[in-house]
């Protein structure tokens, strides 16, 4: 059976700091990153048919969130 590559890019628009928390069965993945337009990633090869995905901004900052999931380069799913 073919491993399959996950990616979720997040970005912000706007001013301050965001977080994005991954979670997926009993482990919990956050990163924070600037409001700056700039797309992080947060990749990996095991993921179970069901997670979770939180995106907060930090106190005081405002701005536009978009993000994507992308299973082996192909988008499976965005942002509305």
């Known amino acids: 059976m073919r491993r399959r ?3 979720l890019a997040v970005s912000c628009a706007g ?8 979670k ?4 919990e993945e956050m990163r924070r ?3 700056d ?3 992080v990633q ?4 095991k ?12 106190p005081g900052s405002s701005g536009m969130v978009a993000w994507t999931l992308l299973r082996d380069d ?4 965005s942002s509305p």
């Open 5 to 7: 590559h996950y990616t």
């Open 15 to 22: 001013t301050g700091e965001a977080t994005f928390t991954v």
């Open 24 to 27: 997926n069965d009993d482990r």
């Open 33 to 35: 990153f600037d409001c």
């Open 37 to 39: 337009g700039s797309a």
């Open 42 to 45: 947060q990749s990996g090869e």
């Open 47 to 58: 993921a179970s048919s069901r997670f979770e995905i939180d995106i907060a901004g930090r």
């Open 74 to 77: 192909t988008p499976v799913l």
